[in-house]
């Protein structure tokens, strides 16, 4: 099954409100070159110059796992912008847009779902995401269930309960949210239960250990999960896959000066890959994850943008 014949529907039936402008930057912020991303101020007195340069990855279950995992990338960054480096475990999406909106972290992968949220709140300004070296990229969106749990397809999840992730996750709420109520007919807390696990992993290990029935999740992070052996195949049975989205996207605060955001950005594209723990990681993805690779969010981010004003998503900044 594919998402694209719902969200053609699903824009063509809520007509101009597809339109609303849910997605304005705050107004803190300034896009003179109409990206939809914020510009760097114009006043150099407001350029960021930080002696630390603070990075978070996505929140995952195990911190300390990708602390390591990313501990040659950000010593490759280090050396290719001057900087001390530190890398900040982040506990929720919450806290990792928190702390960019306030001017504690620099630098930042943020997930799918949250990449809209913190672009237009935080003055995020994402340029890069991974893919194999000829190019492929993105994940599905995957609802699993464990053999034996009775659901066999997506109308047996009415009457149980489904893990979601966190509101701001894209295949761990927002398009599945969509594709039940629009599809399937399936409204939340009437034909079925929803349940917050917080994290992707959280909800596969959920499902795994049959303490969820069924979850919404991103393929990508399950993939990664068997490859490290915490979770076997077996125990899964996928019963809907979605059509393919962006992955994690990574940039910079808007505000840093910009010689170092032009080092930043050169030390993503410059960084080698092989024999990396990054490639030991994120390689057992399908596609694998072997280079970062330019991205625009204008085009890379529009089915996201898209579902969020379908769904009638609207961004509040506090």
């Known amino acids: 099954m594919s998402l694209k014949p719902l969200f053609h529907a699903l824009l063509a039936g809520i007509g101009l409100c597809a339109l609303a402008p849910a997605h304005a930057l705050d107004a803190r912020y300034q896009d003179a070159d109409g990206d939809l991303v914020a510009d760097a101020p114009t006043d150099p007195a407001q350029w960021v110059d930080p002696a630390t340069l603070v990075f978070a990855y996505t929140p995952v279950e195990d911190p300390a796992v990708y602390a390591k995992v990313w501990d040659g990338f950000l010593q490759h960054l280090a050396q290719v912008t001057g900087k001390k480096v530190q890398f900040f475990p982040v506990q929720s999406n919450a806290a990792q847009l928190e702390a960019m909106r306030a ?14 949220l913190a672009v237009n709140c935080a003055g995020f300004v994402p340029f890069a995401m991974m893919a194999s070296n ?16 009775g659901i066999e397809k997506v109308e047996d999840i009415r009457g149980q309960k489904l893990a979601f992730t ?100 050169e030390a993503f594209f410059s960084f080698d890959w092989n024999g990396s723990e990054l490639l030991q990681e994120f390689g057992k993805s399908e596609p694998p994850q072997e280079k970062f690779m330019p991205i625009s969010y204008q085009q890379h981010w529009q089915v996201v943008r898209d579902i969020d004003r379908a769904m009638g998503i609207e961004y509040t900044c506090q």
């Open 103 to 116: 001017g504690r972290l620099h630098v930042a992968g943020f997930n799918t779902g949250s990449n809209p």
């Open 134 to 149: 000829d190019d492929r990229f993105g994940y599905e969106m995957e609802i699993i269930t464990y053999p034996g749990s």
């Open 166 to 265: 966190s509101e701001t996750s894209n295949s761990g709420y927002k398009a599945p949210s969509a594709l039940l109520r629009e599809e399937f007919k399936m409204e939340a807390g009437t034909d079925y239960e929803p349940v917050f696990s917080g994290k992707h992993d959280n909800s596969i290990l959920g499902v795994a250990n049959k303490d969820y029935p069924a979850a919404a999740i991103a393929n990508s992070v399950k993939q990664r999960m068997e490859g490290r052996g915490v979770v076997q195949p077996e125990q899964l049975s996928v019963i809907y896959t979605s059509q393919t989205f962006p992955t994690t996207g990574y940039g910079h605060a808007y505000n840093l000066k910009p010689e170092l955001a032009a080092k930043i950005r």
